[in-house]
């Protein structure tokens, strides 16, 4: 007698296809895309709560400024990587149907005599249109988007913007503001440096600066100079000269109250460094808080290593090894005129800056910014 067959009933764990994820609704989509002098960036987001959520992005070195400092135009091999990226970041954004969105750029397109020549054909080869934004909106938005990282102790702010360009200085007030509103106070400062009608207490701009070098223009600057340690003392010195107008360059400034935020490739990788990272992690770099001693130690660390050594350590990376001293010689530079206790390390700027923004403006955040 043949054996009776199972129906198969509890013969296998009954399989259960999971649910697709939820596509998100283009309506609710919002792009940031940041080409600076030697970088590519863009994020692509939604909003969520009085912050947003990262659906895609893309980071690429481009060197879009490289020559520019000898020749005042971008060449024709810097224009041509610019737009190769900038395909990619087309194709996102088709793909993601993003309706909303501001494409900008800084420094090298603000300097290069063939500036408009290059807008125009980036829009004839990828259908985006790029806007060159001025320095004191690349400085607001750099500004807004640190705004999580103050520190409600904090009563004299400084962000410090490293590009590759150029470097953005503000500093700011917010000792008349209540303690808990501080955070708040810097984040309303997207709608202008001078504005004076809001109805919640005021963070005051003292001053604002853009220095004409970033880690790219200053070390095209100096690269004739053989010695590293000689051309790292002369980038470090010339950019304190450039300072000179800054009004609180003037100023002895007390570390108590008073905090620096830093936001640029430069900071995250001596963050980096600090930690020992073998391998970036962005959730212990955002928000991490060093000293001026701290920072010393790792710039000191790689003057010591040299050229050939930092090429090789992992926590400097192929991309940054050739622009890090220069960086270095930026934020030595600032430390040297304001030392402090806490430097915050943001791991964010302009394309935050600019979602927020756009965000704010169509009043898809929640009424308080934290």
Same mark, same amino acid.
């Given at each position: 007698?043949?054996?009776?067959?199972?129906?198969?009933?509890?013969?296998?764990?009954?399989?259960?296809?999971?649910?697709?994820?939820?596509?998100?609704?283009?309506?609710?989509?919002?792009?940031?895309?940041?080409?600076?002098?030697?970088?590519?960036?863009?994020?692509?987001?939604?909003?969520?709560?009085?912050?947003?959520?990262?659906?895609?992005?893309?980071?690429?070195?481009?060197?879009?400024?490289?020559?520019?400092?000898?020749?005042?135009?971008?060449?024709?091999?810097?224009?041509?990587?610019?737009?190769?990226?900038?395909?990619?970041?087309?194709?996102?954004?088709?793909?993601?149907?993003?309706?909303?969105?501001?494409?900008?750029?800084?420094?090298?397109?603000?300097?290069?005599?063939?500036?408009?020549?290059?807008?125009?054909?980036?829009?004839? !080869?990828?259908? @985006?249109?790029?806007? %060159?934004?001025?320095?004191?909106? +690349?400085?607001?938005?750099?500004? #807004? &988007?640190?705004? $999580?990282?103050?520190?409600?102790?904090? !009563?004299?702010? @400084?962000?410090?913007? %490293?590009?590759?360009?150029?470097? +953005?200085?503000?500093?700011?007030? #917010? &000792?008349?503001? $209540?303690?808990?509103?501080?955070?708040?106070?810097?984040?309303?400062?997207?709608?202008?440096?001078?504005?004076?009608?809001?109805?919640?207490?005021?963070?005051?701009?003292?001053?604002?600066?853009?220095?004409?070098?970033?880690?790219?223009?200053?070390?095209?600057?100096?690269?004739?100079?053989?010695?590293?340690?000689?051309?790292?003392?002369?980038?470090?010195?010339?950019?304190?000269?450039?300072?000179?107008?800054?009004?609180?360059?003037?100023?002895?400034?007390?570390?108590?109250?008073?905090?620096?935020?830093?936001?640029?490739?430069?900071?995250?990788?001596?963050?980096?460094?600090?930690?020992?990272?073998?391998?970036?992690?962005?959730?212990?770099?955002?928000?991490?808080?060093?000293?001026?001693?701290?920072?010393?130690?790792?710039?000191?660390?790689?003057?010591?290593?040299?050229?050939?050594?930092?090429?090789?350590?992992?926590?400097?990376?192929?991309?940054?090894?050739?622009?890090?001293?220069?960086?270095?010689?930026?934020?030595?530079?600032?430390?040297?005129?304001?030392?402090?206790?806490?430097?915050?390390?943001?791991?964010?700027?302009?394309?935050?800056?600019?979602?927020?923004?756009?965000?704010?403006?169509?009043?898809?955040?929640?009424?308080?910014?934290?």
């Amino acid at each position: 007698m043949a054996p009776r067959r199972s129906n198969g009933t509890g013969a296998f764990p009954k399989v259960v296809e999971p649910p697709v994820p939820a596509r998100p609704n283009p309506d609710a989509l919002y792009a940031a895309l940041d080409l600076g002098t030697n970088s590519c960036r863009m994020l692509i987001a939604q909003p969520k709560g009085s912050g947003f959520h990262v659906v895609d992005s893309f980071s690429k070195s481009v060197q879009l400024g490289a020559g520019l400092e000898r020749t005042g135009r971008l060449s024709r091999s810097s224009m041509a990587r610019t737009i190769q990226a900038l395909r990619i970041c087309q194709q996102k954004l088709r793909r993601n149907r993003v309706s909303h969105m501001r494409l900008v750029a800084t420094e090298a397109c603000r300097r290069a005599k063939n500036s408009r020549e290059f807008i125009r054909q980036v829009k004839r !080869e990828t259908g @985006l249109t790029l806007e %060159i934004i001025q320095p004191e909106e +690349e400085a607001r938005l750099a500004v #807004i &988007s640190c705004a $999580p990282l103050v520190s409600t102790q904090t !009563e004299q702010l @400084l962000v410090v913007d %490293i590009g590759g360009g150029s470097t +953005e200085l503000v500093w700011i007030d #917010i &000792s008349s503001v $209540p303690r808990r509103d501080r955070p708040a106070a810097i984040m309303r400062l997207h709608s202008g440096f001078n504005s004076n009608d809001s109805l919640f207490p005021n963070a005051k701009v003292v001053d604002w600066i853009s220095v004409p070098l970033g880690v790219a223009t200053l070390r095209d600057q100096f690269i004739d100079v053989d010695d590293d340690a000689a051309r790292f003392a002369l980038m470090s010195w010339f950019f304190e000269e450039n300072l000179s107008e800054f009004a609180p360059y003037k100023d002895q400034q007390d570390r108590a109250g008073f905090q620096i935020v830093g936001t640029s490739g430069t900071v995250t990788t001596v963050a980096a460094s600090h930690l020992g990272l073998k391998r970036y992690d962005r959730t212990k770099v955002d928000g991490l808080r060093m000293t001026s001693d701290q920072i010393d130690r790792v710039i000191r660390g790689y003057l010591d290593l040299g050229p050939l050594g930092r090429r090789r350590d992992p926590r400097i990376g192929e991309d940054r090894q050739a622009l890090i001293m220069s960086g270095s010689a930026i934020l030595q530079a600032l430390l040297r005129c304001w030392p402090t206790d806490r430097l915050s390390v943001a791991d964010r700027g302009l394309r935050e800056g600019l979602l927020y923004a756009q965000m704010s403006a169509a009043g898809v955040l929640d009424d308080s910014p934290f």
